[in-house]
């Protein structure tokens, strides 16, 4: 069976950082981009990161870009977003994803249909971002 177990979230301050990991098993890690996605109550999914297979090509999203960085240990199968000067609209369930085309996990390309497309979710950390 293929998983991806986001662990890492919690209750911080605004201003304050938080790591997240994703550790990936069933697949062949260094064959797939891997991405960051956040859902906030009532909001759709959005795309947060992502980065490609060897970490040649990394995007951000706007409300993020230089915030948050995005980084991968294709050794430990494992994928991480540093999240950086939190603001309380960062709040949200964060999941992470894999999929061998990076185009599908890219954030400036992200559709609600994209999520039924992309090949693999986990099922969620949350973060908490208080004023």
């Known amino acids: 069976q293929v998983q991806l177990v986001e662990s890492g979230g919690g209750l911080v301050q605004a201003g304050g950082s938080l790591r997240l990991s994703c550790i990936v098993s069933?697949?062949?890690?260094?064959?797939?981009?891997m991405g960051w996605f956040r859902q906030a109550p009532g909001k759709e999914r959005e795309g947060v990161a992502a980065?490609?297979?060897?970490?040649?090509?990394?995007y951000y999203a706007d409300s993020v870009n230089g915030r948050f960085t995005i980084s991968r240990d294709n050794a430990k199968n494992t994928v991480y977003l540093q999240m950086d000067s939190l603001k309380p609209e960062d709040t949200a369930t964060y999941y992470c994803?894999?999929?061998?085309?990076?185009?599908?996990?890219?954030?400036?390309?992200?559709?609600?249909?994209?999520?039924?497309?992309?090949?693999?979710w986990g099922q969620g950390t949350q973060v908490t971002v208080s004023s």
């Open positions: 069933g697949l062949r890690f260094d064959d797939y981009a």
């Open positions: 980065i490609s297979q060897r970490s040649g090509s990394i």
């Open positions: 994803a894999a999929d061998t085309l990076l185009g599908r996990l890219r954030p400036a390309y992200w559709t609600t249909g994209s999520r039924a497309v992309v090949a693999f």
